[in-house]
């Protein structure tokens, strides 16, 4: 069976630090992967999505950015934390080829300071 | 741009009845609509997809109704029960089925009373 692993579950960072969040998907392959952020009482945010190693969309201009090294394995990074990157960021992944639910990890808590 | 419309309020309900939270989009007619559930500090979960050309579907004590031209899709929990408590979202095609991005709505906060 398909599991995603994310790490860390909660990260406390002080503003102007940088930041890599981790997100792998085991048991698939060529698999659609999602960024995602959920700040409070909000809507899922997305923020970018690969559908191949090093093919990376970005939806919202920001602050961050995305790398997908290997096939199941997607990283999220900033150079330098704002406030507003508070919020809880999570990943998901689908199949390729017209399974369009998406299955997501079980987020990371970015709390910025 | 699409958006999606979900009642910000918590829908309160006994345990034992039905639960019907709404959905509402006012753009272009999605090719499928999908709903999620949440629980608190958890990542959403996938429960049922239904597609633009299907009226109704059901899974166990679920059921998912997609009337394209009220844009509108209803999601029912029948003999609601307190382990049914989380917040249900709704997520349709970001790009009218060209990918497979999603648009979220900001969810319904579901409480079944014993």
């Known amino acids: 069976s398909q599991t995603i692993h994310q790490w860390p579950a909660t990260l406390v960072q002080p503003v102007g630090s940088p930041l890599s969040l981790e997100c792998t998907v085991e048991?698939?392959?060529?698999?659609?992967l999602y960024w995602y952020r959920q700040a409070a009482g909000r809507g899922l945010q997305l923020l970018f999505y690969?559908?191949?190693?090093?093919?990376i969309s970005s939806e919202v201009p920001q602050n961050l950015s995305a790398s997908r090294p290997q096939d199941r394995q997607f990283i999220l990074s900033s150079k330098k934390l704002l406030l507003s990157d508070s919020g809880f960021y999570l990943c998901?992944?689908?199949?390729?080829?017209?399974?369009?639910?998406?299955?997501f990890g079980p987020g990371t808590r970015l709390t910025v300071t | 741009s699409q958006k999606i419309e979900q009642n910000s309020e918590a829908l309160n309900i006994q345990e034992g009845k039905t639960a019907t939270l709404t959905c509402n989009y006012t753009?272009?007619?999605?090719?499928?609509l999908q709903w999620y559930r949440q629980d608190p500090g958890r990542g959403p979960v996938f429960l049922l997809l239904?597609?633009?050309?299907?009226k109704e579907k059901r899974k166990e004590r679920l059921k998912v109704t997609f009337d394209t031209t009220l844009k509108q899709s209803l999601f029912h929990i029948t003999a609601s029960q307190p382990a049914d408590s989380a917040t249900y979202l709704c997520a349709l095609d970001g790009e009218g089925g060209a990918t497979n991005k999603l648009i979220f709505g900001t969810g319904t906060l579901l409480a079944v009373q014993p």
């Open positions: 998901a992944w689908n199949q390729r080829g017209g399974r369009y639910e998406q299955y």
């Open positions: 048991g698939t392959s060529n698999p659609n």
């Open positions: 753009n272009y007619s999605p090719a499928y």
């Open positions: 690969s559908v191949g190693i090093g093919q």
């Open positions: 239904i597609r633009e050309n299907e």
